[in-house]
């Protein structure tokens, strides 16, 4: 079946850091593409998303682009805050339901 | 408002018992989620319901049975529980059946069996 390869974490870097989590996907066709965030002891929340190539889904300062070439959608953030410190998932769907990654814990120290 | 609420939020109990979480969705939504979520954070869908019928049912033990009484609310309820039944359980729902849609996730029920 689909699945959805993410960078492995924990993740930690310092306030004003440029952040980069990778993200794969192997689905076939033109799967939409998420990101998803989970704030500590709360449920997920989508970020940002994409629905067809080359398209660049944006948020809150993170971005992510559909690379259809790659089958990549890296999410990126140029100067990241403590605030951002959760659990990010990749996701990707091509019919009735999200598959998602193993998910990346970030922490950002101040 | 809370959007998707459940509940309990937090639920311990002991292995043999029967035991069932609550999810209500306020968003007028047609279709409802269950995740699981294990010590690890990786997230696993369970079902999925559409105007109460059942589209998707991944390969969970017959001891899960959802419950959808009208499309605002799904249940699930889990018989004879194991210490492997340990985890965050999560409601989701969304606008339609399609993946595409945005879903909007519960706080979680942390269910412990000891």
């Known amino acids: 079946g689909d699945s959805v390869t993410q960078m492995e974490g924990p993740v930690t870097l310092s306030e004003e850091a440029f952040l980069t989590i990778n993200c794969t996907y192997t689905?076939?066709?033109?799967?939409?593409l998420f990101w998803y965030v989970q704030y500590p002891g709360e449920g997920l929340q989508l970020l940002l998303k994409?629905?067809?190539?080359?398209d660049k889904g944006s948020n809150k300062g993170f971005e992510a682009t559909y690379r259809k070439e790659t089958t990549s959608f890296h999410l990126e953030k140029g100067s990241v805050q403590v605030s951002d410190s959760a659990v990010y998932f990749c996701?990707?769907?091509?019919?009735?339901?999200?598959?998602f990654g193993e998910g990346t814990q970030l922490t950002v120290n101040p | 408002d809370t959007a998707v609420s459940q509940t309990p939020k937090y639920l311990v109990t002991q292995m043999g018992n029967d035991k069932s979480i609550k999810c209500e969705q306020n968003l007028g939504h047609d279709t409802m989620y269950w995740y699981k979520q294990d010590s690890k954070k990786f997230l696993k869908i369970m079902f999925s319901y559409n105007n109460k019928e059942l589209i998707i049912n991944e390969t969970v033990p017959n001891r899960f049975s959802p419950k959808s009484p009208d499309k605002a609310h799904l249940n699930l309820h889990i018989n004879s529980l194991e210490l492997g039944d340990s985890a965050v359980y999560f409601c989701?729902?969304?606008?339609?059946?399609?993946?595409?849609?945005?879903?909007?996730f519960g706080p979680g029920t942390r269910l412990t069996v000891t």
């Open positions: 989701a729902s969304s606008q339609g059946r399609q993946g595409a849609y945005e879903q909007y």
């Open positions: 994409a629905t067809k190539a080359d």
């Open positions: 996701a990707e769907t091509s019919g009735s339901r999200l598959t």
């Open positions: 689905a076939t066709g033109y799967p939409s």
